[in-house]
């Protein structure tokens, strides 16, 4: 696609249940992200994928959250037992090629955002 | 202390004004600076991406970057309405391609 796409946009659950946040990134990007944003706050690094598998998850706050990307495109980041400091925006990034060091540009998606009553 | 500190503002400046933004950092081995706006509601889109210390220009946008200071400004010039936004910081080291660290973000407004 043309650009990073998170859906859903908005987000409103309870305090206790499983939400789940979806990412397709640009088409032909190998390298995706999440972070998270809390009001008020810059961006978080939750965590990295490169192709199918989490190259680096030590952002993830906790073991309520956990992500996948099973065929190397599409991600869902997943919480379980959600509490009300999740709340916040969820950002996804895809780029192109991590080799390059220097040339690595994240494209932001326009978020989740999540709220957890 | 936070590694990176912005001034989350708000600024609120008249159309035309030149804008100056600037983070402090402590880790000295951040090298990739950028600076990221952010509409409401949207995602962060780069601006500006600069390696180590120096200025680095485009159209009405400079990016200067102080290692031995460990600051650095994005300047906006001839502002325009359509500037505001909010304005993130965001930098990484070299052995970490992937990992950004994001200043609070600066509200800028940009009065007609």
């Known amino acids: 696609g043309a650009g990073v796409s998170q859906t859903p946009s908005n987000k409103v659950t309870e305090k206790g249940k499983y939400v789940e946040l979806r990412c397709d990134p640009i088409?032909?990007?190998?390298?995706l992200y999440w972070y998270r944003q809390s009001l008020g706050q810059g961006p978080e690094f939750l965590i990295y994928?490169?192709?199918?598998?989490?190259?680096?998850d030590s952002g993830l706050p906790n073991d309520r959250f956990f992500a996948v990307r099973p065929e190397g495109s599409v991600s869902t980041l997943k919480i379980q037992r959600t509490e009300r400091g999740d709340s916040a925006v969820y950002l996804c990034?895809?780029?192109?090629?991590?080799?390059?060091?220097?040339?690595?540009?994240?494209?932001f998606g326009a978020g989740s955002r999540l709220t957890v009553l | 202390q936070k590694e990176v500190e912005q001034d989350p503002g708000p600024l609120s400046v008249p159309e035309g004004a030149i804008v100056s933004l600037n983070c402090t950092y402590s880790?000295?081995?951040?090298?990739?600076f950028m600076w990221y706006r952010q509409y409401s509601r949207k995602g962060p889109e780069l601006l500006m991406y600069?390696?180590?210390?120096g200025n680095k220009e485009d159209g009405r946008f400079t990016a200067q970057v102080d290692k031995s200071s460990k600051y650095i400004s994005l300047f906006i010039r001839d502002s325009q309405p359509s500037d505001s936004a909010t304005y993130l910081c965001?930098?990484?080291?070299?052995?970490?391609?992937?990992?950004?660290?994001f200043g609070k973000g600066t509200l800028l407004t940009v009065n007609p």
């Open positions: 990034a895809s780029s192109l090629n991590r080799s390059r060091a220097g040339a690595n540009v994240l494209t």
């Open positions: 088409s032909g990007h190998t390298a």
């Open positions: 994928f490169q192709g199918t598998g989490a190259a680096d």
């Open positions: 880790n000295s081995a951040f090298q990739y």
């Open positions: 600069t390696y180590s210390s």
């Open positions: 965001a930098m990484r080291t070299g052995g970490s391609n992937y990992k950004l660290t």
